[in-house]
């Protein structure tokens, strides 16, 4: 199975820094195949027959053995990430009104292993506003931004829904996605 890896919080800041050949090896060594990454902000490819959640947890532990720091690892397979694509809840006429107003990318999507509960939810919506604002599909929040992600209100909150959670821009999403499909060929 083709499953593409989310890190949250690495080569931020000069905070847990990680350079992506180390990171293909360690993950070849636990028996992944065809590791592939992008980016240095760790977006990883590769296939296995394992199931999802102690896939996850492995790869977590593997990245704290080896690198001496601990991250959330989110976890999509292929066919999640088409529909995460294929599903985009905002209308083209919001995507482009907030593009045409936005600095850097203005759609985001927030991926989390799995569901806040419904109050966490709800308590989101006090952050929407005429500048930002979201929509809850599944694991995944699309995020629309009018001006820019950088000081944003709601992905504070969104640090704090009690699961982690990490994001990625749309053209980041639409690339691996576009790499998934070269490998299939």
């Known amino acids: 199975m ?13 905070k847990n820094r990680v350079k992506m050949a180390e990171l293909r090896h360690a993950l070849e060594l636990m028996g992944l195949n065809r590791v592939q990454t992008y980016i240095h902000s760790g977006n990883i490819l590769f ?29 999509r397979t292929d066919e999640e990430l088409e529909r995460i694509i294929r599903n985009c809840p905002f209308p083209e006429k919001a995507l482009s009104e907030a593009k045409a107003s936005a600095v850097g990318e203005s ?5 989390l292993p799995k569901l806040p509960s419904q109050e966490e939810i709800e308590r989101l919506s006090s952050y929407k506003s005429e500048q930002e604002t979201y929509q ?10 009018y001006n820019s992600i ?11 829904l009690g699961v982690p959670v990490t994001i990625r821009n749309w053209k980041t999403l639409n690339k691996l996605a576009a790499m998934i499909k070269t490998r299939k060929v």
């Open 2 to 14: 083709n499953y593409i890896a989310l890190l949250r919080g690495i080569n931020v800041g000069g």
């Open 47 to 75: 296939e296995s027959d394992e199931e999802k959640e102690p896939l996850q947890i492995q790869i977590e532990n593997k990245i704290e053995e080896e690198f001496g720091f601990s991250v959330s690892v989110i976890l």
């Open 107 to 111: 759609l985001h999507v927030a991926l």
């Open 136 to 145: 809850v599909e599944g694991r995944d929040i699309y995020l629309l931004f």
């Open 150 to 160: 950088r000081n944003s209100r709601l992905v504070n909150r969104l640090q704090k």
